[in-house]
C-alpha cells in the first residue's frame, strides 16, 4: 500500500499546550497538504507545503517537510478545544491523487 | 461559493435497492472525486472525473456507477450494494492541475441493510 503512516495515532493534550503530529509517506510527491476531519463530516484543507520547501506557517499552524526522510510534521501551537479533530497528511505525486496518512485524533480538553 | 454541497446527508438502503448521491459545487472546478471512508480510517479514493470524463476508477466494483452530468455535479448510482458497503461517502473538487488543493463536502452516510 502506498498510504502514509501518521503518529500518534490518538493525542490527548489540555488547551494551551502544544500539538505536533509526525507523517511519513513512501513515493516521491509533488506537494504534501494536511487536512483536518471533524467527527464524521467532509474534510477541510488546512496547509499545503511543495516539495521546494522546507518549513510553512498558518496562522496558529507549521508544518515542516524532509523529503530526504519522506517526512512532515505539523505543529499547533496554542490549541484550543475547538482543535479537537482527526488530522490527516495526504501526498501528491500526481496523477490527480491525494493518498492520506492514517491520521491522527486529537482530544484537546479545556 | 466555496462549497461542495451532497444529497442526501444520510441514506439507508436493502441489498436490493437502487440510489443515488449527490454532489455539486459551483467553483468552476474541473475535477470531482468520491471517496469512501469507514470508521477511524482515512479516505480512499474510489472515481476522478476531470473535465467531466473518468479519469480514474480505482478498481472499485460495478455495483458502484459514478456519472458527471456536467462541470458541476457529480453522482454515484448504486444498486445490489452488501452490508460491508456501509460507510461515509465524501466528494470532492479541485481546480485540477499540479495543485491539488481538494475542497470536500460533508459526506453521506450511508448503510446498507
Known sequence: ?110 | DTEVTQTPKHLVMGMTNKKSLKCEQHMGHRAMYWYKQKAKKPPELMFVYSYEKLSINESVPSRFSPECPNSSLLNLHLHALQPEDSALYLCASSQGGLVNEQFFGPGTRLTVL
Open chain 1, 1 to 110: 500500500s502506498q498510504q502514509g503512516e501518521e503518529d500518534p495515532q490518538a493525542l490527548s493534550i489540555q488547551e494551551g499546550e502544544n500539538a505536533t503530529m509526525n507523517c511519513s509517506y513512501k513515493t516521491s510527491i509533488n506537494n504534501l497538504q494536511w487536512y483536518r476531519q471533524n467527527s464524521g463530516r467532509g474534510l477541510v484543507h488546512l496547509i499545503l507545503i511543495r516539495s521546494n520547501e522546507r518549513e510553512k506557517h498558518s496562522g496558529r499552524l507549521r508544518v515542516t517537510l524532509d523529503t530526504s526522510k519522506k517526512s512532515s510534521s505539523l505543529l499547533i501551537t496554542a490549541s484550543r478545544a475547538a482543535d479537537t479533530a482527526s488530522y490527516f497528511c495526504a501526498t501528491d505525486a500526481g496523477f490527480q491523487k491525494l493518498v492520506f496518512g492514517t491520521g491522527t485524533r486529537l482530544l484537546v480538553s479545556p
